[in-house]
C-alpha cells in the first residue's frame, strides 16, 4: 500500500490502498475485495479454471446469485428457455465445485446481484468490488470502487483475486440545489447523460457530490451510480456518510460491536480531502431538472418530458445528425414531435436501475386508487425476494394488482428481454430499466428510459404522462 501526503480524492485513497504492484508504464494489479457473479458471464471463466486445474483463490471473498437467467413467472414451473435452465444448473454446480456461496431460485435472499449486495451489507466502504455485469458502478454508491469486468477478467479474479487495470483519471458531477416534487434520481442521471453525451465519462471515474447527492437516500444514490456507465465512465462514487452508515447498520454482513465502530471510523476518513484536485468537473443544478424520458436508442438521446422530439436537420454534426436520423427511424418518431401523449404498449418498473423498494413505492403511490390503461401491460419485478417481501408487507403488491399490473419474482427480466419478458416487434414501452439499445427490450422493440414515477403515470394514462401532472 502507498500513501501520500497531497490531498486526495475518494477514488485516489481506494486506489492506492489497493494497489498489490505497479510497474512503470504498466497496468496495476488491483486486489479485489468482493467479487460477485451471476450465472451468465460465469461459466466460461470456470471452464478456464477446470482446464487449467486451479482452485478459486478466496471463495470467501466471492459470491453468486441467478438473475438474468431466472424466470419472473411462477418458480415452481419448469424454466421453459433450455438455454437458461442450462446456465442457472451450470452456476449451482460451479459453486458446489469451488464453494463459492450461491444465493439460488429458492433462496430467499435470490435477487439482481446490484440489489442483493447492497441489502446483504457486502457492499461496504473503501471496498474494490468487481462482476461480470456493466452496472457493477452501482455499488460505488457506498464509497466503493466498482466496476464490470469480461469474462477472461472473471476468470483471473477467481484465480488471482487480483485484476490489471490502468488507472483512470477522475470527474467531480457536483449536482447543486435541491430535486423538485416529480423529479427523482433516475432523472438526474439522465439529465448528466444529456448534459455530456455517452461518451463523455471515457477514462473517467465519476464522483457525485453536492447537496443534491447528499440529499438522496442510499436506493437514489445506487440508481445514479448505476448508469455512470451510460455517459462511458468506469465506475462512479458517492462519498460515505451517515446516511450509508445508517443504511449498512444491522445488516447480514456489515460488522457489528467494536468491529462496527472501527469500520465507521475508518469509513469517515475516505470522502475526498479538501483542496483534492479532480481532473475535470461537470455540474448540475437539480432545481431546473424536469422528469426525463429518452426518445432514441441510446441513453444519450434523452430530453425533459415536456420537450418534443428532436430534429435532425437541427444537428450541426453530420454524424451525430445520421445516428439521430437512424434512431428515430427505429422508433418511428416524428421530428417536432411532442413526448408528451405518445402512446405506449407496455410499461417496465424494476432492474438493478430500478427495482428498489423506494422505487416500487414511488409507482404505487400513482397507481394507488387508478387503473392501468386498458391497452397496456405493466410488469412489476421487485429486484430481490427481500423487496418482495417488505413490498407486499406494506401491501404494494395489492395496489399493483388492483392497478391491473402483473407482480412477478424478483430477476433481470424484460431489462434483457428473458423468458418471454420482452416487447413484441414495434411496441413501445416506458421503462425504468437502464438501456434502450436497438433490441434490448425485445427484436424490434422500442424502449423509453424513465423514473417508476413516469412508468407509473404513463401505465395509467396510456401514453408518456408527466407525473406530476397526477402527484397530489
Known amino acids: 500500500m502507498t500513501t501520500s501526503t497531497q490531498p486526495q480524492t475518494l477514488f485516489d485513497k481506494i486506489w492506492r490502498g489497493h494497489v498489490v504492484a505497479q510497474e512503470p508504464d504498466s497496468p496495476a494489479v488491483l486486489y479485489v475485495d468482493l467479487h460477485l457473479i451471476h450465472e451468465v458471464t460465469s461459466p466460461q471463466a470456470f471452464a478456464g479454471l477446470r482446464e487449467r486445474g486451479l482452485p478459486v483463490r478466496r471463495p470467501d471473498k466471492t459470491v453468486a446469485t441467478v438473475d438474468h437467467s431466472i424466470p419472473t413467472h411462477d418458480r415452481s414451473l419448469p424454466i421453459a428457455d433450455p438455454q437458461c435452465a442450462r446456465q442457472i444448473?451450470?452456476?449451482?454446480?460451479?459453486?458446489?465445485?469451488?464453494?463459492?456461496?450461491?444465493?439460488?431460485?429458492?433462496?430467499?435472499?435470490?435477487?439482481?446481484?446490484?440489489?442483493?449486495?447492497?441489502?446483504?451489507?457486502?457492499?461496504?466502504?473503501?471496498?474494490?468490488?468487481?462482476?461480470?455485469?456493466?452496472?457493477?458502478?452501482?455499488?460505488?454508491?457506498?464509497?466503493?470502487?466498482?466496476?464490470?469486468?469480461?469474462?477472461?477478467?472473471?476468470?483471473?479474479?477467481?484465480?488471482?483475486?487480483?485484476?490489471?487495470?490502468?488507472?483512470?483519471?477522475?470527474?467531480?458531477?457536483?449536482?447543486?440545489?435541491?430535486?423538485?416534487?416529480?423529479?427523482?434520481?433516475?432523472?438526474?442521471i439522465l439529465a448528466l447523460?444529456?448534459?455530456i453525451g455517452v461518451g463523455g465519462g471515457t477514462g473517467h471515474v465519476f464522483e457525485y457530490t453536492g447537496p443534491a447527492i447528499r440529499g438522496l437516500s442510499m436506493e437514489g444514490r445506487m440508481t445514479v451510480c448505476n448508469m455512470s456507465i451510460e455517459a462511458g465512465a468506469?465506475?462512479?462514487?458517492?462519498?460515505?456518510?451517515?446516511?450509508?452508515?445508517?443504511?449498512?447498520?444491522?445488516?447480514?454482513?456489515a460488522p457489528t460491536a467494536t468491529a462496527w465502530e472501527e469500520a465507521t471510523a475508518r469509513w469517515r476518513k475516505l470522502p475526498t480531502d479538501p483542496g483534492a484536485a479532480y481532473d475535470k468537473t461537470v455540474t448540475l443544478d437539480a432545481a431546473v431538472l424536469e422528469p426525463m424520458i429518452t426518445y432514441g436508442t441510446n441513453p444519450g438521446m434523452v430530453a425533459a418530458i415536456t420537450d418534443r422530439v428532436p430534429t435532425p436537420d437541427a444537428v450541426r454534426d453530420p454524424v451525430q445528425r445520421r445516428a439521430l436520423e437512424k434512431a428515430l427511424a427505429y422508433m418511428a418518431l416524428t421530428p417536432g414531435a411532442a413526448l408528451l401523449g405518445q402512446p405506449v404498449d407496455v410499461v417496465f418498473i424494476?432492474?438493478?436501475?430500478?427495482?428498489?423498494?423506494?422505487?416500487?413505492?414511488?409507482?404505487?403511490s400513482l397507481l394507488r386508487g387508478r387503473k392501468v390503461h386498458k391497452r397496456v401491460r405493466v410488469l412489476v419485478v421487485p429486484g430481490s425476494q427481500q423487496v418482495?417481501?417488505?413490498?407486499?408487507?406494506?401491501?404494494?403488491?395489492?395496489?399493483?394488482?388492483?392497478?391491473g399490473c402483473e407482480w412477478r419474482e424478483p430477476?433481470?427480466?424484460?431489462?434483457?428481454?428473458?423468458?418471454?419478458?420482452?416487447?413484441?416487434?414495434?411496441?413501445?414501452?416506458?421503462?425504468?430499466s437502464n438501456r434502450n439499445f436497438e433490441g434490448r427490450q425485445g427484436p424490434g422493440g422500442r424502449t423509453f428510459l424513465a423514473s417508476p414515477l413516469t412508468a407509473a403515470a404513463s401505465a395509467v394514462a396510456g401514453a408518456i404522462a408527466d407525473p406530476r401532472a397526477m402527484m397530489a
Open 89 to 188: 444448473a451450470q452456476l449451482e454446480a460451479n459453486c458446489r465445485d469451488f464453494g463459492i456461496p450461491l444465493y439460488a431460485a429458492d433462496s430467499p435472499h435470490q435477487g439482481v446481484v446490484h440489489v442483493i449486495g447492497p441489502e446483504l451489507g457486502l457492499t461496504q466502504p473503501g471496498m474494490t468490488i468487481v462482476c461480470g455485469d456493466s452496472h457493477t458502478a452501482t455499488h460505488g454508491a457506498f464509497g466503493a470502487l466498482a466496476f464490470g469486468v469480461g469474462t477472461s477478467e472473471v476468470e483471473h479474479v477467481l484465480a488471482t483475486q487480483c485484476l490489471l487495470q490502468h488507472k483512470p483519471k477522475t470527474c467531480e458531477v457536483r449536482v447543486e440545489g435541491r430535486l423538485r416534487p416529480g423529479v427523482g434520481p433516475k432523472d438526474v
Open 193 to 195: 447523460i444529456a448534459q
Open 234 to 253: 468506469r465506475a462512479g462514487m458517492i462519498a460515505a456518510d451517515d446516511v450509508t452508515f445508517e443504511y449498512l447498520a444491522g445488516r447480514p454482513f
Open 350 to 364: 424494476g432492474s438493478c436501475t430500478n427495482g428498489r423498494l423506494s422505487d416500487l413505492r414511488q409507482a404505487a
Open 388 to 403: 418482495k417481501e417488505e413490498a407486499e408487507a406494506e401491501g404494494l403488491d395489492v395496489v399493483f394488482r388492483e392497478a
Open 411 to 432: 430477476g433481470c427480466s424484460m431489462c434483457i428481454a428473458m423468458n418471454g419478458d420482452q416487447l413484441q416487434p414495434g411496441q413501445y414501452a416506458v421503462s425504468t
